[in-house]
Structure formats: C-alpha cells, structure tokens
C-alpha cells in the first residue's frame, strides 16, 4: 500500500481527537489520535505513529504505524510498519511486516484466510505471552 499524500486522505482523526463508537468511510481514513468502537469500509485505514485504537476492524486495506488492539480483517492487505504494536486476531489476504514490528494473537493470511471463521476472542483468556518482536527470518 503506497504511502498518500494528505490531499487524498479525506478523512482524518486528528491527534488531539478521541472518538468512541463505530465509524465507516469510503476512501481512505488516517487515525492520528484514539479510537474505540467499530470500523468498516471498503477503503483504506493508516493507523499513524501516535495513533492509538482498540477496535474490531473490517477494511480493504490496513497500514499500522501506531498501536492496536483488537480483531482485523483486511480484504486486501495488511502491513505492519517497524514502529506498529498490534495485539489481536487479524484475517487477510497479504501481509507485510517490516522488521522491528511488535505482533501478539493470532493470524489467517492467504486467500482462503476470509473464507475461515474468524479466530476466538480478540482479548483476554487467550494464554498468549507478552509480545515480542517478529524475527527477522520472518520479515522481508
């Protein structure tokens, strides 16, 4: 997912906004503060660096700078920048991680991943240790 300039992201959550509840849009959305609730679209979502959700997601795509918790699933794809920390269950069809990522729950990629029921509860109970970075051999 190529980086977009300000002028192509329509909808943006400043960082000075906290915003609960459950929002959907078409294009792209840019999370620069905190979010709580439910996201859907058929567009893009970038969590930015100082960005912060806990959220059940369901875009296209999602690119992670910032800190998430909760259960995703992206239609297309997936990234996880070097600075992301994301703690849930995420569905998607392609996935990239760039070394330095944090990442801790479980993962469906591949074109059958939205096929499959999405994994058991996103939090709590789920016997998993505190998250460590992903391993090189693993990233790019």
Same mark, same amino acid.
């Given at each position: 997912?190529?980086?977009? +300039?300000p002028?192509?992201?329509?909808?943006?959550?400043g960082?000075d906004? +906290? /915003?609960?509840?459950?929002? +959907? /849009?078409?294009? *792209?959305?840019r999370? #620069?503060?905190? /979010?709580? &609730?439910?996201i859907? !679209?058929p &567009?893009r979502? #970038?969590?930015?660096r100082?960005?912060?959700?806990e959220?059940?997601?369901?875009?296209?795509?999602?690119s992670?700078?910032g800190?998430v918790?909760?259960?995703?699933? @992206?239609?297309?794809?997936?990234?996880?920048k070097? +600075?992301? #920390?994301?703690? &849930?269950?995420?569905?998607?069809? $392609?996935m *990239?991680?760039?070394?330095?990522a944090v990442f801790? &729950?479980? *993962?469906s *990629?591949?074109?059958?991943?939205?096929?499959?029921? !999405?994994?058991?509860?996103? $939090?709590?109970g789920?016997?998993? !240790? @505190?998250?460590?970075?992903?391993p090189?051999?693993?990233?790019?």
């Amino acid at each position: 997912m190529a980086d977009t +300039s300000p002028q192509d992201v329509p909808t943006v959550l400043g960082p000075d906004s +906290s /915003f609960k509840g459950e929002i +959907s /849009f078409d294009k *792209v959305l840019r999370i #620069h503060g905190r /979010f709580e &609730g439910r996201i859907v !679209s058929p &567009g893009r979502l #970038h969590v930015a660096r100082e960005g912060r959700i806990e959220a059940e997601v369901e875009v296209a795509a999602i690119s992670i700078e910032g800190e998430v918790h909760g259960r995703l699933t @992206a239609g297309d794809r997936l990234e996880l920048k070097a +600075s992301a #920390h994301y703690e &849930g269950d995420l569905r998607a069809c $392609r996935m *990239v991680v760039e070394e330095g990522a944090v990442f801790c &729950g479980h *993962v469906s *990629v591949g074109p059958d991943a939205l096929k499959t029921p !999405s994994p058991g509860p996103s $939090r709590g109970g789920n016997g998993h !240790s @505190a998250a460590t970075p992903i391993p090189d051999a693993m990233t790019r």
